[in-house]
């Protein structure tokens, strides 16, 4: 079959499959910290220079306004700790496939120009990358001279030595209460 | 008599403008020498060899860097697949839309001239199939469509007044009708969607005047009819093997070449022990008598959903000094295969795409299965993924450059083994977990059309599910899953122009043609049919 327009047994079937082989720490985990302490680490390690919540911060990162009820606290303390790694995917799921999110390209361009950043489009002919200032680069595939993935990297520095295992426990408390912020 | 100059000049240009629109009459003889008129588009496939080869010059390598948009249309029912494969006769163009609508377009213009829709019913079963259309097959005077509830409809190629509808079979027990028929000389042969929830395969052969169902060959025999015995019971009743192609045929041979799709439960083949005839196979039909001459099996017993209901593509090739009939099918299991059409001997077959389940193909071209690569509870990766290798996407085939030209997939799934469920409308064994599209890519390849070896390919985003058109302007067509039409050279895979549409799955099966000496490119992406033009 092509692909499937209703949902039936058998999508059912897929859609279990699919969610059984998701990162298993998507949704795990117990928030064990202080999440007023983790609010002062937040504001007091530069984090709204590249996120947003409610509004507030900046567009670098991706937003934070539900990220509380977008992933689980293990997942969080994952990302603070090695933020380039076990990235998110989107797409279709069971019925096609997922792509993976903040993805960072390092792009050699024919004049010698270098271009890193974050993938926020793609086809098969062009893609668009973020660069660490926020700034978008529309690259067209045929004129560059190479395109390299660089899995495991991101423009967010590891918190892993920087905090405590309190702090960080602090910190994800604060992002976990963070359902829908206004 | 007086005559006013007014009226002298109405009917003047009645006579002759507008005389492309009125000769939209295609005759059996037309439609056996295909390419003989490369400004039409006769039929799916564009020739009973289903090559898609357009031999059109006037875009070519040289200008086709220049090609614009000329004109676009959209559907009535957006938000589903747009899969129609047009058929362009003196300049009007008969597309099909989602559900089951049928468009008369200008083919210069993108201008409506009627449009049909049936009244189909609220609720209509479509498990495991796209709710969409592959396009209208047309003979003389009639537009022959096939229905999402199961019916053959035909139409006035004038006016799309209903000349006659058959109902082929149950939708309410799952039978669906999603293909682009086959015309003969005096017949319409048709397939049948549905594989996936029980039903029972056949083909189908109508009168072309008066709709009477002239013979059906089943794809899984009853009880005591040779094959039956690879099924382990009785499975006659709900085995699958639909047949949602459209086939190939060959004149000379009167052989009309059909493909079958999977056996059902699709993912749990305890239910089905043995190699489930005729399910995954290619049936070469007597279409005078609706005889099976021979069949050859794909994938006996599949258990990755891996239906054969690709295109066959029929070829001509000398061999040791001896002219030879050939048919070459690039199967979602990942292999291509050439087969002797006049016996259905097994001549050769590689893979085409990353493949993990068989060692290879034995003398026979029978899969030498590797352990462990059946469905588990757990999930078992396997390439390639269950959209397969390729899909009902057509590829095609330049008679120049002796290469068959193929959207191919490189991309697994982990596939897991369900309790099988046998009773309509709950069918089902099990599913499949497809990888991230970032381990994974899409490519066009060009394989040698007698040995499969790869000349060259061009790689793509995405795995997708799109055709190849192929040229004699030495241009091979196609687009991406991300909604890119694009021309790569026929000869190296240089790509020569790309057009963004930015609508998903550009999967409709691209076809050209020429009107008042304009050559013309035509597809669809989202939502959006396209047709480009030079300047």
């Known amino acids: 079959m092509p692909g499937s327009s209703t949902v039936s047994e058998k999508e059912a079937a897929n859609i279990v499959a699919y969610l059984r082989t998701m990162d298993s720490t998507t949704a795990s985990g117990v928030a064990t910290g202080d999440p007023k302490k983790g609010e002062s680490l937040y504001n007091s390690s530069g984090c709204s220079a590249c996120h947003m919540i409610a509004g507030q911060g900046g567009s670098i990162g991706p937003e934070l306004t539900r990220i509380g009820a977008m992933r689980g606290a293990t997942n969080l303390k994952g990302r603070l700790q090695d933020p380039g790694a ?30 890193e950043g974050v993938r926020v489009g793609e086809d098969s002919f062009t893609i668009v990358l973020k660069d660490a200032g ?9 004129d560059l001279r190479s395109l390299e993935k660089e899995p495991g990297r991101s423009f967010m520095p590891s918190f892993k030595d920087t905090l405590s295992a309190a702090q960080l426990d602090d910190l994800v408390a604060y992002l976990m209460s963070l359902k829908n912020a206004q | 008599m007086k005559i006013s100059l007014y009226a002298l000049v109405f009917v003047v240009s009645l006579l002759s403008a507008p005389a492309r629109l009125l000769a939209q009459d295609v005759s059996y003889e037309q439609l056996l020498h295909a390419d003989a008129t490369p400004q039409d588009w006769l039929m799916y496939g564009g020739d009973y060899q289903s090559q898609r080869f357009s031999r059109l010059t006037q875009i070519n390598r040289e200008n086709v860097h220049r090609l614009k ?89 004038t006016t799309g007044a209903v000349k006659w509808t058959v109902h082929v079979d149950e939708n309410d027990r799952g039978y669906a009708m999603t293909g682009a028929p086959r015309v003969l000389d005096g017949k319409i042969i048709v397939g049948i969607s549905g594989g996936d929830v029980g039903i029972r395969g056949f083909v189908d052969a109508y009168d072309a005047k008066t709709g009477k169902r002239l013979w059906r060959v089943w794809t899984i025999p009853s009880p005591g009819e040779p094959g039956s015995e690879t099924w382990g019971k009785d499975m006659s009743g709900t085995g699958g093997a639909g047949t949602w192609g459209t086939g190939s045929y060959d004149p000379e041979l009167n052989l009309l070449y059909w493909t079958t799709g999977n056996p059902a439960p699709d993912y749990n083949g305890h239910n089905r022990e043995g190699d489930n005839l005729y399910s995954d196979s290619l049936l070469a039909i007597n279409p005078d008598t609706g005889k099976m001459k021979w069949y050859f099996q794909f994938t006996p017993h599949d258990t990755h959903d891996w239906d054969a209901i690709q295109v066959p593509v029929l070829f001509d090739e000398t061999v040791d000094g001896k002219p030879r009939k050939f048919l070459a099918l690039a199967n979602r299991n990942g292999f291509y295969y050439v087969l002797d059409r006049a016996t259905g001997e097994y001549v050769t077959g590689v893979p085409f795409v990353t493949q993990t389940w068989a060692k290879g193909l034995d003398k026979k071209g029978r899969p030498i299965l590797l352990p462990n ?29 002796k290469l068959f030209y193929v959207s191919a997939r490189e991309v697994g799934a982990y596939t897991v083994a369900g309790e099988p469920k046998v009773h309509f409308p709950d069918f089902g064994g099990g599913g499949r977990n497809a990888l991230s599209g970032d381990d994974g890519y899409g490519a066009i390849r060009a394989l040698d059309v007698m040995t499969g070896k790869l000349k060259w390919e061009y790689r793509m985003l995405a795995p997708t599910e799109a055709s190849t058109l192929a040229t004699a302007g030495g241009l091979v067509f196609s687009g991406t899953d991300e909604g890119n039409f694009f021309a790569l050279d026929a000869a190296n895979g240089k790509l020569l122009w790309e057009f963004t549409v930015g609508g998903a799955n550009s999967e409709s099966n691209l076809i050209t043609y020429e009107v008042d000496g304009k050559q013309y490119l035509i597809g669809a992406s989202g939502n959006c049919f396209v047709a480009f033009s030079l300047p």
């Open chain 1, 134 to 142: 926020g700034k978008f680069h529309g690259l067209w595939k045929p």
């Open chain 1, 86 to 115: 076990n990235l998110p995917q989107v797409g279709e799921g069971a019925f096609g496939n997922r792509w993976t999110q903040y993805l960072m390209y390092h792009a050699i361009e024919k004049d010698g120009r270098v271009v």
């Open chain 2, 69 to 157: 948009p000329a004109w676009m249309y959209q559907p009535n029912h957006p938000l589903q697949p747009f899969e129609t494969s047009p058929v362009v006769v003196s300049g009007i163009m008969y597309v099909t839309e989602p559900l089951s609508t049928v468009t008369a377009l200008d083919a210069r213009l993108g201008t409506k001239i009627w449009s049909w829709t049936p009244h189909l019913p609220e609720k209509i079963y479509t498990v495991g199939v796209h709710r969409s259309n592959r396009g209208v097959a047309v003979l003389n005077n009639t537009v022959y469509v096939e229905t999402l509830d199961a019916h053959l409809v035909a139409l006035d190629a």
């Open chain 2, 373 to 401: 690569t059946e469905p588990t509870p757990e999930g078992s990766l396997v390439y390639p993924d269950g959209h397969g290798g390729t899909n009902w996407n057509s590829p095609s085939y330049s008679p120049q450059t």
